[in-house]
């Protein structure tokens, strides 16, 4: 419930760094040794990196090992155009890491949608790399991390674009292909979540272009929002959320129950005048900012008014927890709101409205608290992966960066809740949810800053598309417990495309750990595995 404070912080410091003045900019380089991190004396491939044109600042570390062998991973910068159809307007440096293994085997290359997560202090853990027994790259992405084409000071954002961030992948490709990978490797570029995202659009790139950089591409959880003409405010994943995540499941099981009282929750903290009214009491108490920001920014509260405002947190937070923990995991834990009578019972123990008050209000740390745990007799092997350093990396939080807030509000299209299930007529209408979320919780900030910069959703619009013609081969895979598979390509693009594989993983959440058996479905893993295999032939 505290997302609405940190959009609203976000935008304004945003403003001010629009309010300064911009220069070519070449980051100056932090000297890892200053990290603590374990730094190895030069080899054959640092002295070789060491010879290439535009790389620099090579370092060799050896992380820990989960199996006690040593993988050695290498860090360095590459000099790049902050404008590549300009290369004039000065040069940046991007950061690169290598995991090697062998120089004649296969090459995954995560396309970052972010800072680089590998970070010499542990081997990085990746199943495609795995399952193909891989040598692994992983580039950052612009404005992400050490990798800043301008000075952050000073910044506007400039050369933030996804053709400026394939190129940045094409020429480092190429470096290593003609200085390193010398032994006709097989290629795939892979990321998950806005690294999926990063990945696809190098393959669209790539066939304007005629680029053959990758033998392969395979995506993971990636969407593709175009929002409106006049807006990158794009309901499908919000509407997702609501009818999608959590429902498939064999009828009386706990996760189909878990679902319809997801559902009812909804429609009764509309409809149900107790739940209602307590709602918006413990709304007012626990988010006093958002109240006041609902009364300036609406001319006045009014109970519906604050009543979107609770349903656009309380929707994110749906989001949160089903994108970062499977389902089944936390179905048990949703209370039944058609228990709640109509006049609160005293009692000792949490009523039915209290239960339900908890669970819509629990902190983070409470949800965690609750599913985190690790049950009584649970198979170490399969257990699900979800602790806050798992599942980091691939969340697509829009605080993450302001960078990433500006790519959405300009090509990448930004997630919109959905309030299309409220009937019309009713104690809240759609038309004043969309009110609230519109003028009264900050989500448009941003792109108040940034107004005539969205491309109308056409770049977005033109990869969907595109997925039906694309010459590059492409493994897009995706959960149904997802919010984020709302915006997933469709299925006629991917069937008319022989080029084109879409998985899609029942009960998966935000993950692309296919090869653990807790996040994935047996078939799930052997349709990737067959079409990745399938591919590289």
Request: charged share 20%.
């Amino acid at each position: 419930m505290k997302k609405i404070d940190c959009i609203f912080a976000s935008a304004l410091v945003l403003l001010g760094a629009l309010q300064a003045c911009t220069k070519t900019y070449v980051k100056e380089i932090v000297d890892e040794n200053q990290t603590g991190n374990t730094v190895v004396e030069d080899d054959d491939i640092s002295k070789l990196l060491k010879t290439i044109p535009g790389v620099s600042h090579v370092e060799i570390k050896l992380p820990e090992s989960k199996t006690g062998s040593q993988v050695k991973q290498y860090f360095f910068f590459y000099t790049q155009p902050v404008d590549h159809y300009a290369p004039a307007q000065g040069l940046f440096y991007q950061r690169v890491a290598l995991q090697l293994k062998d120089l004649a085997k296969p090459v995954v290359v995560i396309t970052q949608g972010y800072e680089l997560s590998m970070d010499g202090k542990a081997v990085k853990e990746d199943d495609l790399t795995t399952l193909l027994d891989a040598n692994l790259v992983e580039i950052e992405f612009r404005y992400f991390g050490q990798s800043q084409p301008e000075d952050m000071n000073n910044v506007e954002f400039t050369y933030l674009y996804s053709d400026q961030s394939a190129y940045d992948i094409h020429n480092i490709v190429a470096m290593l292909k003609a200085n390193v990978f010398k032994n006709g490797n097989k290629w795939i570029a892979t990321g998950a979540s806005k690294g999926g995202i990063t990945s696809t659009l190098h393959a669209y790139y790539a066939d304007l272009n005629g680029w053959k950089d990758f033998d392969l591409y395979v995506p993971f959880c990636a969407p593709f929002l175009p929002g409106s003409a006049q807006s990158p405010l794009d309901a499908s994943v919000g509407k997702y959320v609501l009818t999608n995540c959590g429902a498939g499941y064999p009828a009386g099981s706990i996760e189909a129950v878990g679902y319809a009282n997801l559902q009812k929750i909804l429609q009764q903290s509309v409809s149900k005048p107790i739940l209602r009214n307590a709602i918006l009491c413990r709304f007012h108490q626990e988010s006093p900012d958002q109240y006041l920001t609902i009364m300036n920014q609406l001319k006045g509260a009014t109970e519906d008014r604050m009543l979107a405002g609770f349903l656009l947190g309380y929707m994110e937070t749906l989001l949160t927890r089903f994108s970062d923990v499977p389902f089944s995991d936390w179905a048990q834990r949703v209370p039944d709101p058609d228990l709640i009578k109509d006049e609160q019972e005293e009692s000792i123990m949490m009523s039915p409205l209290d239960q339900v008050l908890f669970f819509i209000f629990m902190s983070e740390q409470d949800f965690k608290d609750l599913v985190y745990a690790k049950e009584a007799g649970e198979d170490e092997d399969t257990k699900a992966i979800h602790t806050a350093d798992d599942m980091l990396p691939l969340r697509n939080n829009p605080e993450y960066s302001l960078a990433y807030s500006v790519a959405s509000v300009r090509e990448l299209g930004a997630v919109g809740m959905d309030f299309s299930w409220l009937p019309s007529g009713s104690f809240l209408t759609p038309e004043v949810g969309y009110a609230v979320e519109y003028l009264a919780t900050g989500r448009a900030r941003e792109m108040d800053y940034y107004e005539g910069q969205w491309d109308g959703g056409k770049l977005m619009q033109s990869v969907r598309s595109w997925i039906a013609d694309s010459q590059q081969k492409m493994v897009f895979v995706y959960g149904t417990n997802d919010p984020w598979t709302g915006g997933a390509i469709d299925d006629a693009a991917a069937q008319a495309n022989p080029n084109v594989v879409k998985v899609l993983n029942f009960g998966g959440c935000h993950n692309d750990s296919f090869l653990n058996a807790k996040q994935f479905t047996p078939q799930a893993r052997k349709q990737i595995e067959e079409a990745v295999r399938n591919f590289l032939k």
